[in-house]
Each structure stands twice: as structure tokens, then as C-alpha cells.
DNA sequence: TCTAAATATTTTATGTTTGTAATATATCGC
DNA sequence: GCGATATATTACAAACATAAAATATTTAGA
């Protein structure tokens, strides 16, 4: 029996599914807190928001370009929900459409030329308030935090897929 | 000198700066996945949307009701957003208005008999899915994380003070 | 004390992002 | 070729952010 077991028999007022609740919440907490400052930065910094951000860095690590459906997945967005963006970076000449000779349904999005060079000012930005704001975290911390997340993601996915 | 500057000084291809984001990526990816999940089991199950049931949260842990902007606080969502999730509950009687005598500029939100009948049923169920989502983080790793991420908060909070 | 400026609280206005559902078009399997 | 599937867009409503406006309170100064 571990300690856990023997408090809940105690009667302590922190139940294992309680601190998993609290777990939750600053998971949550912390990511729109991340999530507050970058888009402030990107907005009176670069004139971009945050999801736009988004796209554009999903297309940076694919000289290629990648088609709508692969862009919602990456970004876990809907994919009625790409086509806005998508039309907004068009309209700033940052991406483009591609119409791929093999499949006449879908587009390949890519950055234009431009889109490219100012994305990679922004992403050197970005990365640098990342730092800052994640200092606390050393690699050994890090590295842990990011296989259990990985863990949690695989088993809600795989929970997702059942229902 | 520690391993990671050693490693650097090597050229490895992971610096700390770029393991920070790569913790940030996985931050934001699980709290993505988990609250589509917690979207998509509300609406079906409850026919509520996630905002609101956050609203609900925060109202039910003070029984005297709080304010809009103590609600847009700790939702870390804007203040003229939660007017019109407030409305919404408004109109199906889960939440009401109070002006408090003391200050005519605010109002006090309060759940209603039926609000607080309807979220502790509701809330049974969420803790039981983040329970499931949860499960393989212990007492001690959800401690760590979570005092961890306090800290991670705390210093968001400080730097967005200073700018 | 009394009034004007500064501050606080909320709502409204506008635009972007989000989700779900329905639709249009193209591809694939049979 | 035809039905099933895949890809993207459109339609609609909710949620979000920022900025401006409306109202109430507080503070400071004459």
C-alpha cells in the first residue's frame, strides 16, 4: 500500500484525483499564461497573431509546404478552421496556395519568400521569450516533463480514438 | 561547467534554449488535447460549453458569488469576453446577476439553486475524465509539476508587470 | 466642502479564432 | 460507373482580444 492510499484511508482532504484536478488546472494556467504574453508580443512586435504565428511555423520545418488537412492536424485545429487563417497570411503575401498536379482536392500551403525571411526573425524572437519565461527549467527537468507529457497526449489520443 | 554548456560547447544539436521550447510545444499540445477532450464530453454529455462550465467552477467555489472582473481574472480571459459567456448563462438560468449596494459600477454573479445542482453533477464527471487522462502521474510527479509550474506562472506574471 | 480629474467596472463594437455541421468537389475501391 | 471516402470551403454560433464608451467611485485641489 503507498502513501497515497494509506492518507485517502486517513482521511485526508487530497485524494490522488483531487492533486491530478490541480494538476490540470495549472497545466491550463500555465499555458495561457504562456500563451497571453506571446500573443501580446507578437502583436505589438511583429503585427501577427498568434495563430498565424502558428501556421507559419508548421510551414517553416517543411520546405515543400504541407496541405490543409496536415495544417489542422499539427496545430490541433479544425480544419474549417485553417481556411481563415490561411486566407489572412495569402492576403499579407506570407503563404501560398499550390494546387498539386496529383490531387485536384487539396492545396499545399507554403511560405513565400517573404513570409520565410520574416518568420525567421520572429521564430528567433519567439524562441528567446520562451527561454526566458521556461528558465527555471534545466534539461534534466526538461527532458522528464516532456516524456510525460508525451505519455499523457498517447493515452488521451488513444482514449479519444475508443469513444 | 554542466553538461548542458559542455554539450554546447560540443555542438550538440540541443541546446537548453531549444529543449525549453520543445517543453513549451508539449505543454501547449497536452492541454490542447485535453481540452478538446473536455470539450467534446461537456457539449455531448451536458450540452455545455467549456467556458461556461469554467464560469460555473470558479462561481461554485465562493458561495456569495464574485465579480466580472474577479471572474475574467482567474479565467485569464478578457473582461468583455465573460459578459457574453455570462449572458449565455444567464439565459438558461444557471447564473444570475446581483447589484451589490455598495458599488453600483459591478455586479456580483451567483449560481443559481438550479446553476449549483446542474455544475456539481457536471463536476463529479470532469474530475473523473482528468482522473483517466491523468492517471499516470503519481502524488509525488503531480507535486513536482505543479509547484513547478507555479513558479513557471510567478515569473510570467512578474515579467508581464515589468513590460 | 465641492468640483474636476483620475480611476474602476462593465458593456459594446469590431475583428480573429475557434468548433460543429453541411456542402462541394475529387479520388478511390468495387 | 457508383458508392464510399477524402479534402477543402462555407455557414453559423460561441469564444476570444483589443479598444472605446458609459457609468460610478475615488482622489486631489481650490
Redesign the interface.
Known amino acids: 500500500m503507498n502513501?497515497?492510499s494509506k492518507a485517502r484511508m486517513r482521511g485526508s482532504p487530497r485524494p490522488?484525483?483531487?492533486?491530478?484536478?490541480?494538476?490540470?488546472l495549472?497545466?491550463?494556467?500555465?499555458?495561457?499564461?504562456?500563451?497571453?504574453?506571446l500573443r501580446e508580443r507578437l502583436r505589438t512586435k511583429f503585427s501577427i497573431t498568434l495563430p498565424q504565428f502558428d501556421v507559419m511555423a508548421a510551414l517553416a520545418r517543411s520546405d515543400e509546404g504541407i496541405t490543409m488537412t496536415e495544417l489542422s492536424r499539427q496545430l490541433?485545429v479544425s480544419n474549417g478552421n485553417v481556411t481563415g487563417i490561411v486566407d489572412r497570411l495569402v492576403a499579407e503575401k506570407l503563404v501560398l496556395r499550390q494546387a498539386p498536379v496529383s490531387d485536384r482536392r487539396s492545396f499545399i500551403v507554403r511560405l513565400t519568400p517573404k513570409g520565410a525571411s520574416q518568420f525567421s526573425v520572429i521564430a528567433k524572437a519567439h524562441?528567446?521569450w520562451?527561454?526566458?519565461?521556461?528558465?527555471?527549467?534545466?534539461?534534466v527537468?526538461?527532458?522528464s516533463?516532456?516524456s510525460?507529457?508525451?505519455?499523457?497526449?498517447r493515452?488521451?489520443?488513444a482514449?479519444?480514438a475508443r469513444s
Chains 1, 2 share one sequence.
Open positions: 502513501i497515497v490522488i484525483s483531487k492533486q491530478r484536478l490541480r494538476l490540470w495549472r497545466l491550463l494556467r500555465s499555458s495561457r499564461a504562456i500563451e497571453s504574453q490541433m524562441e528567446g520562451i527561454d526566458e519565461m521556461l528558465v527555471e527549467f534545466g534539461s527537468e526538461a527532458e516533463i516532456i510525460q507529457l508525451d505519455g499523457l497526449v493515452r488521451v489520443r482514449r479519444e
